[in-house]
């Protein structure tokens, strides 16, 4: 039965994708990837000769149905991102819910993405946590913070290097100055790290730095 597969790829670091990825990805009938340039690299470096299809959020309306058909008509279709698992703040979740409304059956190979080590590395609590992807930049910023002041998993955002800081002192102007939290950057790359501490201490350390790189935030919840 053909169908659609969701397959992560790395966050950074090359080695960082499963046998069964890309034997899944040698093996489909298409790839449809969001940046083909980003994807095409990937790919020879695993020694995979195939062209990717762009699917990305500016297309991803458009192209469905044909996309749908294709699988209908007996391919199997791999999806990956630029990096991590689709659907994690990155294109899948539209595509993935119409085949699931069609009964097309669906797979999402375990795998890379920047949450679950950042988590992990921040050494806050991990048994119960919320994943609240990227914030929204302008409206409903503010409220979106104050709702989550009262929140006792430990929370996990992505944010872009040149809103860090603005992010950490709204965070201790809601939480809290003394809340724990951590802030990874470049995660499985060469300049990867984790810095802990309070919000209070991170805000100071991050108004000295030029923040470069990914991010992700976790902050401790309510206790
Ligand atoms: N699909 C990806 C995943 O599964 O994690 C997320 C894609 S989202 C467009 C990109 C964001 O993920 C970045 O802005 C950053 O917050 C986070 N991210 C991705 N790679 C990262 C890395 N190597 N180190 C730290 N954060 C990373």
Known sequence: MSKLLLIPTPIGNMEDITLRALRMLREADFILAEDTRTSA????????????????????????????????AGENAALISDAGTPGI????????????????????????TAFVPALINSGLPCDRFCFEGFLPHKKGRVTR????AKEERTMIFYESPHRVLKTLEQFATAFGNSRRASVSRELTKIYEETIRGTLEELVTIFKQK??????????????
């Open 210 to 223: 030029n923040t470069k790189g990914e991010i992700v935030i976790v902050v401790g919840g309510l206790m």
């Open 145 to 148: 913070i104050a709702e989550l």
């Open 41 to 72: 690299h990937l790919l020879k470096h695993h020694g995979i000769d195939k062209r990717c299809i762009s699917f990305h959020i500016h297309n991803e309306h458009q192209i469905l149905e044909n996309i749908i058909s294709r699988i209908e």
């Open 89 to 112: 703040s990155d294109p899948g979740f539209l595509l993935a819910r119409e085949c699931i409304r069609r009964n097309i059956a669906i797979e999402c190979l375990p795998g890379p």
